[in-house]
């Protein structure tokens, strides 16, 4: 049984940092690609960004592309999300999902497996 356990995130300024973790269990890690999505009050979950199994394949949406890294620790079976200059407008739940490939799949049709949520709330 896949199951992924999120930590992180809070209440932070603009300007601010955050770093959300995704820690995976019940899988070959390794195997798995890895995304970040994120849903605001009222909107659809949105990608926010991916990493493949080569964790030097990486996509990002543009809104965040110099902003947000996203990494991965196969020996921890852990994700990461490093959020910099976030804004308001990044306000939302986070969400990381895991699925068996090797692209950084982009679209949250192609993920199976999904963390709780974690709230990022970013204050001006």
């Known amino acids: 049984q896949v199951q992924l356990v999120q930590s992180g995130g809070g209440l932070v300024q603009a300007g601010g940092s955050l770093r959300l973790s995704c820690a995976s269990s019940?899988?070959?890690?390794?195997?798995?690609?890895v995304g970040w999505f994120r849903q605001a009050p009222g909107k659809e979950r949105e990608f926010v960004a991916s990493?493949?199994?080569?964790?030097?394949?990486?996509e990002y949406t543009g809104s965040v592309k110099g902003r947000f890294t996203i990494a991965r620790d196969n020996a921890k079976e852990t994700a990461y999300l490093q959020m910099n200059d976030l804004k308001p407008e990044d306000t939302a739940v986070y969400y990381c999902?895991?699925?068996?490939?090797?692209?950084?799949?982009?679209?949250?049709?192609?993920?199976?497996?999904w963390g709780q949520g974690t709230q990022v709330t970013v204050s001006s």
């Open positions: 999902a895991a699925e068996y490939g090797d692209r950084p799949y982009v679209s949250l049709l192609a993920y199976k497996y």
């Open positions: 019940g899988h070959t890690f390794r195997t798995y690609v």
């Open positions: 990493i493949g199994t080569n964790p030097t394949n990486m």
